[in-house]
């Protein structure tokens, strides 16, 4: 058949354009850190690369090791899951240490003392912590220990939309500076970096409201990485390294930051082309880009053909069952699929596949893959399932006469016929799923919308890396909606 030759060749087409990409496989010979970048100086991006104080000390740990450094870029909040599910060996992201943390994992000896802090926009009324407490918005980055004592001293209703929380510090003080939110609380030397780097819109109050101390966190079961730690943590504070680090990234962060804000702009076309050059251009950011959308390409793509089998086997057991009452027991298991997976979230199902059920498995872009198809296949097979069910009894009786089994007419008169008329409803369900991919964020994979992520943290600027990630999900989305229209045409003049 005709279309059969256009989805073959549709598949070889995007086969080519996906292979090559996405080996994410890692070495035994490699000492991973996991941090959350945006947390000047401790980590935040410099050109490609994530650098800081946290980084430097990795650095020196493999190579006391004689190993390869590998940085995996997560969300603050996910951190110290990657150490507990053995997804990193050391954790180093400015993280305090508390007694709640140090249930699930173990901390080396500290290397930085800190304290949380306020950060108010110019002419605040807010001059000290207890101002907080009179009805303000507060914001401060998830999972952190800003948000605890937010929590405990401050803002102690439970869901109260006065306390807002943020994947990223910095965004948190864009917020602060349109005026969304009334103050920041979080690390001291962050807030000092991004205090001296807004300058006239953001005020730095200098009373601290805790005392704390960052270390780096250990899986349980590795005491003996533990000490090795340990040791070089003390070897750079007593040669003076640890001191050197702090100054250096000091330095480069602010550097870092006003090369991004050089040249100043007068006309609006003038900044419109500053921004491009600067969130796209500098540092060939748009490799970011580039790059997250080919996974996003490659995500959706085998999401939605393990969504197509899946989804068909599936609904060809559940209408089977319904017409003929057979396959009770299988029929029981796709229902258990269908309502587990119809109600529960998608980003809570890729965190259960990534952190859980495929543990060990370090391929990020196979666990979205997996997770997205599992995910799709539910829809699929309601979809298909609609279709088998919208064909008219008497097509089986004609099978029937005409001696075909009952599974050659499924194959040979059924299910063309159902599949042509879902396909607006599939073509419907393959959107939403290349949308639903922008979530992979969470797993630190590097997707179109985690590219954006970066570039932001990077520029500090909201408005290019959105609209370019949400332009290209759009041009995505038109492409296939064309592609789906000509199969669609195929479809009915084959009728
Ligand atoms: N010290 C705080 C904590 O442990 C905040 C750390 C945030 N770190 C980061 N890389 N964003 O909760």
Request: charged content about 20%.
């Amino acid at each position: 058949m005709k279309y059969q030759k256009f989805l073959q060749g549709m598949f070889t087409l995007l086969l080519l354009l996906l292979c090559g990409c996405g080996n994410e496989k890692q070495s035994t010979e490699t000492l991973t850190l996991v941090t959350a970048a945006g947390f000047p100086p401790y980590e935040f991006i410099n050109g490609q690369q994530i650098v800081g104080i946290d980084v430097d000390i990795a650095r020196a740990v493999a190579r006391k090791l004689k190993r390869e450094l590998v940085v995996i870029d997560t969300k603050f909040d996910s951190v110290i899951g990657h150490i507990v599910t053995g997804k990193a060996d050391i954790a180093a992201s400015g993280i305090t240490v508390t007694e709640e943390r140090k249930k699930k994992v173990i901390f080396t000896i500290p290397y930085s003392r800190s304290a949380q802090v306020i950060l108010v926009p110019r002419n605040s009324s807010i001059k000290c912590g207890e101002d907080l407490k009179k009805n303000k918005r507060v914001g401060c980055q998830s999972g952190t220990t800003a948000y605890d004592y937010l929590r405990q001293h401050i803002i102690t209703r439970k869901n109260s939309p006065l306390l807002q929380q943020f994947d990223n510090p910095s965004v948190a003080v864009e917020a602060l500076k349109i005026g969304k939110l009334d103050a920041v609380v979080l690390d001291e030397e962050p807030a000092q970096v991004l205090a001296k780097l807004n300058p006239g819109a953001v005020v730095f109050l200098k009373e601290p409201l805790t005392s704390e101390e960052y270390a780096i966190a250990i899986n349980k079961n590795n005491r003996e990485l533990c000490g090795i730690v340990n040791a070089v943590i003390k070897e750079l504070k007593d040669s003076g390294e640890l001191r050197q680090m702090f100054e250096r990234n000091t330095t480069l962060a602010k550097q870092v930051r006003e090369m991004e804000k050089e040249g100043q702009f007068s006309s609006f076309f003038h900044r419109l082309s500053d921004d491009f050059q600067t969130n796209f251009i500098t540092d060939n950011r748009w490799l970011y880009i580039w790059g997250g959308f080919l996974k996003t390409v490659q995500i959706s793509f085998w999401a939605v053909i393990l969504g197509i089998i899946l989804g068909f086997a599936v609904a060809v057991v559940r209408a089977t069952h319904d017409r003929t009452g057979k396959m009770k027991f299988l029929n029981f298991l796709c229902r258990i699929y269908l309502t587990v997976i119809r109600g529960t979230p998608c980003v809570v199902q890729l965190l259960i596949i990534y952190f859980i059920i495929l543990k060990s498995c370090d391929n990020k872009v196979l666990v979205a893959c997996i997770a997205f198809g599992i995910n799709s296949g539910a829809y699929v097979a309601e979809i298909i399932r609609s279709g088998i069910m919208s064909i008219d009894k008497g097509q089986f009786e004609a099978g029937d006469a005409l001696g075909l089994s009952y599974w050659q007419t499924m194959r040979y008169i059924i299910l063309p016929q159902a599949l042509k008329n879902v396909l607006p409803a599939l073509g419907n369900e393959f959107i939403v799923l290349i949308k639903e991919t922008s979530v992979s964020g969470y797993i630190a994979l590097q997707d179109l919308t985690k590219a954006g992520d970066i570039i932001r943290s990077q520029t500090y600027d909201a408005f290019m890396p959105l609209i370019a990630v949400a332009a290209i999900y759009l041009a995505c989305v038109m492409l296939l909606t064309w592609l789906l229209g000509i199969f669609e045409r195929r479809l009915k003049r084959n009728e």
